[in-house]
């Protein structure tokens, strides 16, 4: 049931053209920061990898207002409901959907993003290794907030404001990998990742019902 919900939910981002929304935003804002800095390869170099960091966190932002509510204001989450799944499942399918549709991408769309920053070698493969821990996170805290703020009036700006404080440990640590040549900012990359994970089944879905009531 969860995989057909969220196969669900990915055929919906598809026919919308949601999924390209961050990867276009990523690629973007990486074409314009050369211009905003100038020539100079050194700091290119140097500020690239913390750039594309904060892209990716505004990047996961952009669908959070159509994650949830449109679904919630048709009547769809209550139709699942009668048919006896939790919210709790639907949460979940919805954040694997989500990832899926943001995650991978965006980590390709950083290969072109990096070469236009001149990224070395070393730093792009450190930097896909920080995104593949932590846009789950990404992904959670966006769905987390969406389930927040679904039904609230003006949910896309308030969503940004709730999510982009509750972010900054993501930025931190994700950025932080980047120098870090310890692992301690991975590991408590993954530490971030895997406590957003986890939790948002559960207060997503204790959202939605209190929503419903």
Known sequence: MIWRLALRDLD???RSAGLWLPV???????????FAVGPDLAL????????????ALLASLLPVDRLVAPDRDAGV????A???ISEETVVIARLIAHWLGFGPPLMIATLPAAALLKLDGATIWTLEAGLLIGTPALAALGLLVATLTAGLRSSGALAGLLALPLAVPLLIFGAGTLGDGSGAAFKFLGAASLLLVAITPFAGGAAIRAGRE
Do not use: E, H, K, N
């Open 77 to 80: 989450l209550d139709q699942i």
């Open 82 to 84: 009668l048919r006896g």
């Open 24 to 34: 276009a935003f990523l690629l973007l804002v990486a074409s314009l920061y050369p």
């Open 44 to 55: 290119l170099r140097r500020t690239g990898g913390g750039m594309l960091w904060i892209a």
């Open 12 to 14: 919906q981002a598809w």
